[in-house]
């Protein structure tokens, strides 16, 4: 170990007392010894109070990192809290829908109930909504929106009334509020033509549009064209339609304002006005209304003609001739029928040979006959509306197959459906038909300019061929 300073200075001062003996008196000595050991004492003094100042300023130091790190350690703490009760309070506001659509026979209450809401939820929920909409009135098939919280927990529910309208209700907790908001669609008008080769089903998605397009337009033309057994290779269509976007998506059509349809050198043409009570309907170019009093089909789609009218036809089952007074379509079990024309049920039951069967009477002395049916969805003495489904087709009663039977009676005298003139709605009023006029020149305008493009495409096609068909020759 090294010597320490006291011994050095020590051996220093014997070491000079020895050598200095000689020439210095030992008053001088004591002296000098004296006054290095004073000078000893004051580093001794100096060094403990620098130590002293170094372990004081150390400890403050330390003191300060202990007490700025229990510091942060407390705010991370608080934030860790603050966060998870952030995370919480985005939790409960952040939006989880769930889209689905209402089954059959399926009500409202029950609906909310496979959801999991309590009873006493859904019958405040139904009191609450009542002076708004009447929730008895949801129809199967309309859409329905549950939003919740991620954690489960209710926040508002959204129902379809109509293509255009939404009903909301929200929950206040306590009680629900309800409001009717129209669907917020952006609108375009769109022009689709096409020729049908096979059907117009495929002809309508051959130019990217939809089916329900398809059938929006045959019911237009429904009261003169059957386009289950009237459809030929090489029909034309044309049509002017809204297209409605939700969140630039297409949502669903709108009203179509105009369509054509050519078929074996039978033009048919419809512009969309208003009649005399101011509700939309369809009238030709003169003014009469497209609409009649019935549609050319029980069936809206491909349903063969497996029998026609006749007074004299073999029946499979009695093995005889025997009268068949109505028109058979070849269609599966289950195929919805709907009713030609406004009326009321008469009878909905059980008829013998016919098996299961709805008897409609309609004005001007008209009844109507759906037979062999697999399911009926009507009641006696209820109004229904033309287009309306009334039941399934099926075999029930005297029947070889699958198929509907249809007949209609004019003032107790069946008629041949097929070859009836139907009666016409009311035309085109005359204090309308200024406005009629401007509407028809200007639709008819764009109808004609579909034929043009399309003529122009078709020649261009053909100009564009021609060299390679040259070539081949």
Not at 18 to 43: F, P
Not at 58 to 71: D, F, G, K
Not at 91 to 107: F, G, I, S
């Amino acid at each position: 170990m090294a010597e320490s300073k006291v011994a050095k200075i020590k051996r220093l001062s014997l070491f000079t007392f020895v050598i200095d003996s000689g020439s210095m008196d030992w008053r001088t000595l004591v002296s000098k010894i004296t006054s290095e050991r004073l000078q000893l004492t004051s580093w001794r003094k100096r060094l403990i109070i620098i130590a002293a100042a170094v372990i004081t300023i150390e400890s403050s130091a330390l003191a300060y990192v202990i007490h700025r790190r229990r510091l942060a350690e407390n705010a991370l703490a608080r934030q860790e809290v603050l966060a998870a009760r952030d995370a919480k309070v985005i939790a409960a506001r952040r939006e989880v829908p769930l889209v689905k659509k209402l089954p059959p026979r399926t009500t409202f209450s029950d609906f909310l109930s496979d959801y999991g809401l309590e009873a006493a939820t859904i019958q405040r929920m139904v009191q609450d909504t009542r002076p708004v909409y009447n929730l008895a009135k949801v129809r199967a098939g309309n859409q329905v929106t549950l939003i919740t919280s991620e954690q489960g927990g209710l926040k508002e529910i959204g129902y379809e009334i109509d293509p255009e309208h939404m009903l909301w209700i929200r929950n206040q907790s306590p009680g629900f509020g309800a409001s009717v908001t129209a669907i917020p669609y952006t609108t375009k008008i769109a022009t689709v033509s096409g020729t049908v080769h096979s059907s117009l089903f495929n002809a309508v998605e051959d130019q990217g549009e939809q089916d329900q397009l398809t059938l929006d337009f045959a019911d237009i033309f429904a009261w003169d064209f059957d386009f289950n057994t009237d459809t030929q290779n090489g029909d034309q269509f044309k049509v002017i339609v809204q297209k409605k976007y939700l969140n630039g998506k297409l949502a669903r059509y709108g009203k179509i304002l105009a369509a054509e349809y050519d078929s074996g050198g039978q033009h048919y043409q419809a512009l969309l006005f208003r009649n005399p009570d101011g509700q939309p309907a369809y009238y030709a170019p003169d003014g009469k209304a497209v609409k009649k009093a019935f549609l050319r089909s029980p069936l809206r789609f491909a349903a063969p003609i497996t029998s026609r009218f006749s007074y004299h036809r073999y029946h499979p089952i009695l093995k005889r001739y025997r009268p068949h007074l109505g028109i058979d379509f070849g269609v599966p079990v289950g195929t919805k029928v709907q009713t030609v024309g406004d009326g009321t049920v008469v009878f909905a039951g059980w008829d013998r040979g016919g098996g299961r069967e709805v008897k409609i009477r309609h004005a001007m002395g008209y009844e109507t006959f759906y037979l062999h049916l697999s399911r009926i969805l009507v009641h006696g003495g209820q109004r229904v509306h033309q287009g309306q489904t009334i039941a399934l087709s099926g075999r029930s009663g005297l029947a070889t197959g699958p198929h509907l039977d249809f007949r209609i009676e004019q003032h107790g005298k069946f008629r041949n459906f097929l070859a009836l003139k139907l009666p016409p709605a009311r035309s085109v009023s005359r204090k309308d038909w200024p406005e009629f006029e401007k509407l028809r020149g200007r639709m008819l305008e764009e109808l004609a300019s579909l034929h043009a493009q399309k003529h122009s495409v078709e020649q261009a096609s053909l100009h564009q061929s021609s060299p390679s068909q040259k070539a081949s020759r």
